[in-house]
């Protein structure tokens, strides 16, 4: 649920402008997508909040995956909640299975920082910067988007907020 409705969005709901799962749900989809879909050596990025920060952790280490890092990516603009401090920013969670992280192309390493700064623009749209940096780094691997909202060359994008297929694989 949305906090408190706004004078500025009289039309706005309480309830979100998309579907949701509960964490035992998202437990689950990733228990399964990843047995049948991961190479070994791979490595998952799963954006996440506050709210949900640590059970995300929680998640991926009872699925046998290690935090490598934390990165945040730095909005500019966000919510109130209760009108105290301005929530800006989300985090972009890298794991990796324990032993088994696919490394990053050698002439990006240590290029990128633990913050990407871009202006959020509409609802769950993720930065470009985000792309970017995965794809400069992992250029030769099979990126997979779960939840997607858009699709993107070389990327195999799996959501129910596509633009045109519920599943869509595009090519550089």
Not at 35 to 62: C, G, P, Q, S
Not at 78 to 95: D, S
Not at 136 to 164: C, H, Q, Y
Request: no cysteine.
């Amino acid at each position: 649920m949305k906090g408190g409705l706004r004078k500025s969005r009289p039309n706005q709901q309480r309830a979100l402008d998309y579907i949701t799962m509960s964490l035992e749900e998202i437990k689950n989809f990733h228990a399964i997508f990843f047995r049948e879909t991961a190479a070994k050596n791979h490595n998952v990025f799963m954006w996440t909040i506050d709210k949900y920060l640590h059970d995300a952790e929680k998640i991926m280490y009872e699925l046998g995956y290690t935090l490598h890092a934390r990165m945040v990516w730095d909005k500019g603009n966000g919510i109130a909640p209760a009108f105290t401090v301005r929530f800006t920013h989300e985090y972009l969670l890298w794991f990796y299975p324990r032993g088994h992280m696919y490394k990053p192309n050698a002439n990006v390493r240590g290029k990128y920082t633990t913050v990407l700064r871009e202006k959020a623009t509409i609802h769950s749209k993720k930065p470009d910067a985000a792309y970017e940096m995965l794809e400069a780094m992992f250029p030769e691997a099979n990126k997979v988007e779960l939840f997607a909202r858009n699709i993107r060359a070389g990327w195999t994008s799996f959501g129910d907020e596509l633009p045109t297929d519920r599943i869509s694989t595009t090519s550089t």
